[in-house]
């Protein structure tokens, strides 16, 4: 089982409410989103969505996602930008850049597809293993006689 489906199946309230009395609050133990990431960085995340919206006018909507070895080339393009960074300033003013754009904003962008390509690999590969399991266990049931049968 997958880390966001035990978090979601074992709902408590922080404070100790019970579910279904007024008041409660079932998220103890679930990330923070808002205070963790919007709040905590809403510059950057405007400026990645802006690097997003840039994206998709030049390719297309979730097109990155279909990108062949994702990982690696978003790897590749985290790094260019480090690198440009250090030569041309914080904008992206080299051939095709954006001088508008922050290196910074396209290395968090890169960082993140990256980021999200990896988890969902492992996600399918822990979904993966279980269905094995399950589908082992299965066949393992059947194979044994049922107690009692002759």
Not at 6 to 34: C, F, H, R
Not at 97 to 126: C, F, K, M, T, Y
Request: aromatic share 8%; glycine share 10%; with cysteine.
């Amino acid at each position: 089982m997958d880390k966001m489906t035990m978090l979601y199946q074992s709902e408590t309230d922080p404070n100790g409410i019970p579910a279904g009395v007024a008041g409660a609050k079932l998220d103890a133990g679930k990330p923070a989103v808002w205070r963790g990431c919007f709040s905590y960085f809403p510059r950057a995340c405007i400026a990645v969505a802006d690097v997003s919206s840039r994206g998709a006018a030049k390719y297309s909507w979730k097109g990155w996602e279909k990108v062949a070895d994702g990982e690696a080339r978003y790897a590749d393009a985290l790094a260019r930008h480090i690198l440009k960074e250090s030569i041309e300033g914080p904008y992206d003013v080299g051939p095709g850049g954006l001088s508008d754009v922050l290196h910074a904003s396209q290395i968090a962008w890169n960082a993140l597809a990256r980021l999200e390509l990896i988890l969902r690999r492992l996600e399918g590969s822990q979904r993966k293993e279980e269905n094995d399991s399950k589908h082992a266990l299965c066949q393992l049931s059947r194979d044994q006689p049922s107690a009692g049968v002759l």
